[in-house]
């Protein structure tokens, strides 16, 4: 009898320490949810490197990206060259992650991570934004973006389309868009 209570015993914390792990899992990939974002996928690397293609970055460029995940896209925007690099996540783990990369990139004087949502950030001093964002979310960005980036600016989307802005150029799955 002490070994079908010893094995139940092992059972039950087993189970209680799966929930516990599998709760807060779950409640990680939710949080965006809640604050109107989606969950993280990451860029695949091919796509990194047509985005960065399509950027053609300058310098100059002053690079946004809104929700910036593990932080790849900024560090591949700041290898290609652009004065700095500025992440809007609001999944403190990926600012986490995103922030151990860029260190161990050597990249901190030219890569900022925030942990906030970029429905709450004023993008108008960008000259470029990239976002690998949900099919739902493009309108709201469109719009977002239509009001605050200075003419000339960029936008490097993959995956979703904006639904009124035209793209200028496309590599596969990736478009290039210019405010007017």
Known sequence: MFYLYSILAIIGITSIVYLFFATRSLIRLMIPAFAG????????PEAIDDMIELAQIQPSDIVVDLGSGDGRLLIAAAKA?????????IQHWLVKQSRELIEKENLTDKIEIHPDSFWHVDVSSTNLVLLYQISYAMKGIEEKLQKELPIG???VANGFKFPKWKEERTIDNVRLYRKN
Do not use: C, D, N
């Open 37 to 44: 974002g989606g969950l993280f996928v990451g860029t695949p």
């Open 153 to 155: 600016a960029r936008v």
């Open 81 to 89: 060259g652009a004065k700095k690099s500025i992440g809007y996540e």
